[in-house]
């Protein structure tokens, strides 16, 4: 039986003339399902480097490590702006709010970058959360080292333990700045860091009161002590009160846990002594914030 005659043997498929279109066809397709498209020059789409976890934009990670954080929808961002959060750029797809108009007013006084973007591409930028048309950057904060605290003859500390919420952060930011503290500690993992929401409940304060993380509380506190400071924690079951803690008119740390759950075992006994605020009416705690407040009140007076 005579052999048919074929054309060869057959090409692989990189070397078949669609080969390059389609992987790049298919790399685009993965990067509009991903959320790590770009826009280029031309208008079109183009596959960029993922996206870091969180759904950040890959371009946005700097060289330290860290990510800005992004406040979306209109009211968040005019109350932002209102507060003096830092932004570093505000997106905006159009102005016929008023709340976007205010915000774009406010980002000018503040010589905020204003960015003219698409639905799609906020879309990405804020991993598909309703944005509602407008987007603030926000600049990643700088945090100070704890030793830096320490700076002074007496140095008023505030180190907080078990705080997840940023707005009590924010709010015991905004006591410690109103009472002359030196600064604020908090853990660096597991804890509220300071977020839009720590800016705004801080009423911008965080500009004037700078917040350190340490990588081990009990450790720094600890280091405190070696340094010569008196470490009291603020506790329900503290056998001596605020106001009648002598020590505090010296190098002083005022260390204070969570409303829920107070103050961890190894950071309570870490402490030279637990105090307490006085409460005759029928609340059992305070807000964390709250707390903070009044207990540097009267370390403040006590201080005078």
Request: with cysteine; charged share 25%.
């Amino acid at each position: 039986m005579a052999k048919r005659k074929g054309k060869g043997p057959t090409p692989k498929a990189e070397d078949r003339h669609w080969h390059g279109k389609r992987q790049k066809a298919r790399a685009v397709k993965s990067a509009r399902r991903t959320g790590t498209e770009t826009v280029g020059p031309s208008g079109r789409g183009k596959s960029a480097a993922p996206a870091p976890a969180g759904g950040r934009p890959a371009g946005a990670r700097r060289a330290n490590g860290e990510v800005p954080e992004l406040v979306t929808g209109r009211n968040p961002v005019v109350e932002a702006l209102r507060a003096g959060v830092p932004g570093t750029a505000l997106y905006v797809m159009s102005s016929t709010d008023e709340r976007v108009r205010e915000s774009i007013q406010l980002a000018a006084d503040r010589r905020v970058p204003l960015l003219e973007t698409g639905k799609n591409e906020l879309d990405r930028l804020t991993d598909g959360a309703v944005h509602q048309g407008i987007a603030l950057q926000v600049k990643p904060y700088r945090y100070a080292h704890p030793d830096d605290f320490l700076k002074g003859t007496a140095p008023l500390i505030v180190a907080v333990d078990g705080i997840t919420d940023p707005r009590n952060l924010g709010a015991i930011v905004r006591s410690a700045a109103a009472f002359g503290a030196s600064g604020v500690v908090v853990p660096e993992r597991r804890a509220a860091g300071v977020t839009a929401g720590a800016w705004k409940s801080s009423a911008g304060t965080l500009a004037t009161c700078p917040v350190a993380q340490a990588t081990n509380l009990t450790r720094q506190l600890k280091a405190y002590q070696k340094a010569g400071c008196f470490v009291a924690g603020l506790d329900a079951a503290g056998g001596v009160t605020v106001a009648d803690l002598e020590l505090a008119s010296g190098p002083f740390v005022l260390v204070v846990g969570s409303e829920g759950k107070g103050l961890g075992r190894l950071v309570a006994d870490t402490c030279d002594m637990l105090v307490t605020i006085p409460m005759p009416g029928k609340a059992e705690s305070l807000n964390a914030g709250v707390a903070a407040g009044i207990a540097l009140y009267e370390v403040s007076r006590l201080r005078a």
